[in-house]
Nanobody, 127 residues
Framework: QLRLVESGGGLVQPGGSLRLSCQIS????????LGWFRQAQGKEREGVAF????????KYTDSVKGRFTISRNNAENTVYLQMNNLGPEDTAVYYC????????????????????WGQGTQVTVSS
């Protein structure tokens, strides 16, 4: 069973930055497509950022384009989400997820396409 553990969440002021990490074990990250999702209180979970198996293709939801960057380090078995210029609307529990998409460049964005999920890390943007 693949295990995903998020870290890096916390309280940050508007305009600030955070970098979330998701450590994956016990298997290699190779072959997995990866995504970050978030769920704000009282709202449905939404997809935020996604990266292909080979790392060459990324997709973002419109509200984070230009502010968030997803990346992966297969040697460290870790996927990252760099979040800049954060606003109160980014407050949520952030989850990383993994899937086996079938080819190296396909990026899956729907929640039901992801098989493995972490427990989440809270990000709060407030002054």
């Amino acid at each position: 069973q693949l295990r995903l553990v998020e870290s890096g969440g916390g309280l940050v002021q508007p305009g600030g930055s955070l970098r979330l990490s998701c450590q994956i074990s016990p298997y290699s990250l190779d072959g997995f497509g990866l995504g970050w999702f978030r769920q704000a209180q009282g709202k449905e979970r939404e997809g935020v950022a996604f990266i292909s198996v080979n790392g060459a293709v990324t997709k973002y939801t419109d509200s984070v384009k230009g502010r968030f960057t997803i990346s992966r380090n297969n040697a460290e078995n870790t996927v990252y989400l760099q979040m800049n210029n954060l606003g109160p609307e980014d407050t949520a529990v952030y989850y990383c997820a993994a899937t086996v998409p079938g080819n190296a460049i396909l990026v899956l964005t729907a929640q039901d396409e992801y098989t493995y999920w972490g427990q989440g890390t809270q990000v709060t943007v407030s002054s």
